[in-house]
């Protein structure tokens, strides 16, 4: 990588570590040829390094910088120039919805896409009303960004190369934008049948559900369990929480959100 020697070398440097920045930005700035830049904003520098790996793991997306208050966002934007900019809303000098309507007074017209852990329905509500182009709950999967990440690049796509002729060429715009979620249909390798039972379980549990615990009340294995259960999250069925122990990796344990394989029924609805 090169550059010029300064406070941005050092910015670059936080960045890629993980301490905390002097400034919001790194030098890797945006002139790589049809690259998307992207800013991570999170105040948490170890969820940031990991936002940072997984969205450098998705062409053709390049993480131009990292900010972990509401200022350094501001301030590397107008550094940076980044066409999207990953925001957490827990900022801790400010509410990440409110930087939204500080860069657009600034004239910048980067996208934005929420990623944070607010479930409140204001906050839903809010990013959708400030013209969000996605919003991702933490915690999440590398394969959970990389959707919403190739969905944008499609739709940014698809947005600079349009000539509107017509109205045909506004409502294809438009349609891409919007895509409509069908119900998926299972996987390869999974059955209706465990689908409905690990659903069912899943359902009926009292608080949240281990892959071990499911596999226990439904007597598949525990590799099996898991399986279902990621596919239950990935697809909006389940949510998923983290609970740390002394030691190795957190326990990912879920709960039932609602039935989206149309396969399960409540008990009283079972002969």
Do not use: N, W
């Not at 860069?103 to 934005?112: E, N, S, W």
């Not at 839903?124 to 919403?148: C, H, I, N, S, T």
């Not at 615990?213 to 007597?219: F, I």
């Amino acid at each position: 990588m090169t550059g010029t020697s300064g406070p941005t070398d050092a910015a670059a440097t936080a960045a890629t570590t993980g301490a905390t920045p002097t400034t919001a930005a790194t030098a890797t700035g945006r002139a790589v040829g049809a690259a998307i830049g992207v800013l991570v904003v999170d105040d948490d520098f170890m969820v940031a390094r990991v936002h940072r790996a997984f969205v450098e793991r998705v062409e053709p997306f390049r993480v131009v910088g990292v900010a972990g208050t509401g200022e350094q966002a501001l301030a590397a934007v107008g550094e940076l120039r980044p066409d999207l900019v990953l925001l957490d809303l827990y900022l801790p000098d400010v509410f990440g919805l409110d930087v939204i309507p500080r860069l657009r007074a600034a004239g910048h017209d980067c996208d934005v896409m929420v990623i944070s852990a607010a479930r409140e329905a204001e906050a839903v509500r809010g990013a959708v009303r400030q013209g969000v182009v996605d919003y991702l709950l933490k915690p999440f999967e590398f394969e959970d960004l990389r959707v919403r990440l190739e969905r944008y690049a499609v739709q940014r796509g698809r947005l600079l190369g349009t000539v509107v002729r017509s109205q045909a060429d506004v409502d294809r715009v438009l349609a891409g934008a919007a895509p409509a979620a069908p119900v998926p249909a299972l996987p390869k390798g999974m059955s209706v049948e465990t689908a409905e039972l690990v659903e069912r379980t899943l359902r009926e549990a009292d608080g949240t559900l281990s892959a071990s615990e499911c596999a226990a009340l439904t007597g598949v294995s525990r590799v099996s369990a898991r399986r279902y259960l990621e596919y239950f999250h990935t697809v909006g069925g389940a949510e998923v929480s983290l609970r740390y122990g002394v030691a190795g990796r957190p326990e990912r344990r879920y709960r039932f959100r609602g039935a989206v394989t149309g396969l399960a029924l409540p008990p009283a609805a079972r002969p």
